[in-house]
C-alpha cells in the first residue's frame, strides 16, 4: 500500500485519507444499523360501513335417495329339503291295514276317480265353491283327529280333498311343478308358523305326478298332539284347463291310517271331459 501511494503530492495523500475515513464511518453506522431509521409510512385504515354485511347463506344439503328393502314374502320363508325334478323316489309303503273302502267316487269336474275310505272316515261330499269361494275344491272327505286347547274348541283334521290347481301352468310348466306349488301352498298356509318340510316321495304316475312330504310342526302351546304329518299331492293331466290335484294328509296320532295314501293313489283313474 506505501509504495502505490508514495508518487502522489502529501496533500493529496492527506484528502484521500480523510475521504477513506469518512467512508469507514459511513459504512460503519451503515453495517451496526446506529443511523438515523427510516420510519414507514402509517397504513391507511379502511373506514367499516355503516351497514353490517351480507350473511352468507348457508349451504344446502342435497337428501340422497335411498334404495328400499324388499320384504320376504311368505314363500320365501319357507322351509323345505326338497327333491328335485327329475329325480324319482318311490312312496314307500306304510305298515297297518289301514282303512277298508267302501266304493268309488268320482268328481266330473275335476275328471278324477277314486277309491272312497271306510270309518273312521267321513263320507266323501261336495263342497261346491269350497271355503275359498273360487269353484276350486269339489269333494271332500276328512277324519276328526282330535280336539285341544284350553277349552277343548280346537280340532286337527285328516282330509282327502278332490280340487282344480289356481291357475292353468304356464309354458314349460310340469306336473311336478303343480304338485309342488300345492304342497307349498298347503305348508305356508294350513300348518302352523315354523312348520319344516322333507320331500320323502316324488314319482311319476299315469299322466301326473306325485310328491309326497313329511310336515313337521313345532311344539303346539295349545296342547295339539300332532307333531308331523304325512301330505301327498297329486297332480293330473285331464285334458282340462287346469290340471287336477288330489290332496291327503294325515297327522302321525293317526299314522295307522298312512297305507290309507296308497290306497287312494292306487286306485286313481281319470273320467272323459
Known amino acids: 500500500m506505501r509504495g502505490l501511494l508514495a508518487p502522489f503530492p502529501t496533500w493529496i495523500r492527506l484528502l484521500g485519507a480523510a475521504a477513506l475515513i469518512t467512508e469507514l464511518v459511513v459504512g460503519l453506522n451503515l453495517a451496526t444499523g446506529s443511523g438515523t431509521p427510516v420510519t414507514a409510512a402509517t397504513p391507511v385504515q379502511t373506514p367499516t360501513p355503516p351497514f353490517p354485511a351480507t350473511p352468507t347463506p348457508a349451504p344446502t344439503t342435497t337428501p340422497t335417495a335411498t334404495t328400499p328393502t324388499a320384504t320376504p314374502s311368505a314363500s320365501s320363508d319357507l322351509r323345505v329339503t326338497r327333491i328335485e325334478e327329475g329325480t324319482v323316489v318311490t312312496l314307500a309303503r306304510r305298515p297297518g291295514k289301514g282303512s277298508k273302502t267302501i266304493g ?7 275328471g278324477l276317480s277314486f277309491a272312497e275310505l271306510g270309518a273312521p272316515w267321513r263320507r266323501s261330499r261336495p263342497i261346491g265353491d269350497g271355503p275359498v269361494k273360487d269353484g276350486r275344491y269339489n269333494l271332500r272327505q276328512t277324519l276328526l283327529t282330535e280336539t285341544y286347547g284350553p277349552d277343548g274348541d280346537r280340532e286337527w283334521w285328516a282330509d ?3 280340487q282344480h290347481l289356481w291357475s292353468e301352468l304356464d309354458v314349460g310348466d310340469s306336473m311336478y311343478d303343480a304338485a ?13 308358523a315354523g312348520t319344516t318340510g322333507q320331500d320323502i316321495a316324488s314319482q311319476p304316475v299315469h299322466r301326473g305326478w306325485l310328491l309326497a312330504r313329511m310336515m313337521r310342526m313345532p311344539p303346539s302351546p295349545d296342547g295339539r298332539e300332532a307333531a308331523q304329518e304325512l301330505s301327498v299331492a297329486i297332480a293330473v293331466d285331464t285334458g282340462r284347463p287346469r290340471p287336477a290335484v ?6 302321525d296320532t293317526h299314522r295307522h ?5 296308497h290306497t287312494v293313489v292306487e286306485s286313481l283313474k281319470i273320467v272323459p271331459a
Open 104 to 110: 268309488r267316487v268320482t268328481d266330473p269336474r275335476t
Open 160 to 162: 282327502l280333498d278332490s
Open 180 to 192: 309342488r306349488a300345492m304342497l307349498d301352498h298347503k305348508q305356508a298356509g294350513a300348518f302352523p
Open 246 to 251: 288330489l290332496w291327503i294328509t294325515i297327522p
Open 257 to 261: 291310517l298312512w297305507p290309507d295314501v
